[in-house]
């Protein structure tokens, strides 16, 4: 271990981890060690520890639930930093206004918003992962997506200093937004609309009986592996370019839904990989369009 990682584990003990395996944080249960792991108790320590490594210009990278992450084999060089319990944090400010931190599972929103009588957050009951990661991305489904909701987030910048940054000052489009990919989200606030209790539960309800019927569950996935094309979806493609039963060892695509690439056992990340590179170049040969990935992959390539 380098001294500087040393000096680095006795300042932040047991919430720094040097070489941890990442697989266990990955839904696709693959992936190598990241060099420093970073599970910060606080904001103050998350500031503290950014302040540390900024000298040292370590890569850093933020791991939210792992839903739509793929880790290759290889590991992540520099700093992996996951936000813990204190950023899972949730609150009414006003009866249609909820307060989020980063952390919390999209569905725990969802769950909340409902039993505070608040309508229009039910389609988070069906995105995979959390709330900062959903913002990232401008996570959506069944026609809404997070900008729709979102007022304001609170993030530390690349400079290590907090700030708000308001809805109209970011450029939201399909899966993704312009935020600078060095910016720690911390916190959300959400903005629905009152309604009742049972209505707001019908909704959430059938939308999670939808899911369940076009897509996979209970199994090591990363979500959606390709964005939609403005033509068509990704899934339509895959399956009229016969590329739905391709598969590279046990990196398998899903009979239920094509879009969803699977660990079925013993893959490696590469295999994942391999099969979502080949399922690209066919879908190019036979359609001409080229897939963008919806999923993230981190990692060196070996």
């Known amino acids: 271990m380098s001294q500087k990682k040393e000096v680095l584990k006795d300042i932040f003990g047991k919430n720094l981890i040097i070489n941890e395996n990442l697989s266990k944080y990955s839904w696709f249960n693959l992936g190598g060690p990241a060099e420093i792991f970073f599970r910060p108790k606080d904001k103050d320590q998350l500031l503290k520890f950014l302040e540390k490594i900024r000298k040292n210009n370590y890569e850093i990278h933020i791991l939210g639930a792992g839903s739509n992450t793929l880790i290759r084999d290889s590991g992540v060089k520099g700093v992996v930093i996951k936000l813990g319990?204190?950023?899972?944090?949730?609150?009414?400010?006003?009866?249609?206004?909820?307060?989020?931190?980063?952390?919390?599972?999209?569905?725990?929103?969802?769950?909340?918003?409902?039993?505070?009588?608040?309508?229009?957050?039910?389609?988070?009951?069906?995105?995979?992962?959390?709330?900062?990661?959903?913002?990232?991305?401008?996570?959506?489904?069944?026609?809404?997506?997070?900008?729709?909701?979102?007022?304001?987030?609170?993030?530390?910048?690349?400079?290590?200093?907090?700030?708000?940054?308001?809805?109209?000052?970011?450029?939201?489009?399909?899966?993704?937004?312009?935020?600078?990919?060095?910016?720690?989200?911390?916190?959300?606030?959400?903005?629905?609309?009152?309604?009742?209790?049972?209505?707001?539960?019908?909704?959430?309800?059938?939308?999670?009986?939808?899911?369940?019927?076009?897509?996979?569950?209970?199994?090591?996935?990363?979500?959606?592996?390709?964005?939609?094309?403005?033509?068509?979806?990704?899934?339509?493609?895959?399956?009229?370019?016969g590329c739905d039963k391709f598969h590279v060892g046990d990196a398998k695509i899903s009979e239920k839904h094509c879009n969803f690439f699977i660990n079925n056992g013993t893959a490696k990340a590469s295999d994942i990989e391999k099969l979502i590179n080949n399922v690209k170049k066919e879908v190019q040969n036979k359609t001409g369009v080229s897939l963008e990935l919806e999923i993230k992959i981190i990692g060196d390539e070996i």
């Open 85 to 241: 319990s204190k950023f899972s944090n949730i609150k009414l400010l006003t009866k249609d206004t909820i307060e989020v931190g980063a952390a919390i599972l999209d569905r725990k929103v969802s769950d909340f918003a409902k039993n505070n009588d608040i309508a229009n957050m039910e389609f988070l009951s069906c995105i995979p992962g959390s709330i900062g990661g959903a913002i990232t991305m401008n996570s959506g489904c069944y026609g809404t997506d997070i900008s729709e909701i979102l007022l304001s987030i609170k993030v530390i910048d690349e400079n290590g200093k907090e700030k708000e940054i308001k809805n109209d000052q970011i450029k939201f489009y399909y899966r993704g937004t312009n935020l600078p990919k060095n910016y720690i989200i911390l916190s959300a606030v959400l903005k629905g609309t009152i309604s009742k209790k049972q209505l707001i539960e019908k909704k959430q309800e059938e939308l999670i009986q939808r899911k369940k019927q076009s897509q996979p569950s209970q199994i090591k996935t990363g979500g959606s592996t390709f964005k939609n094309n403005d033509q068509k979806k990704a899934w339509m493609l895959i399956k009229e370019s």
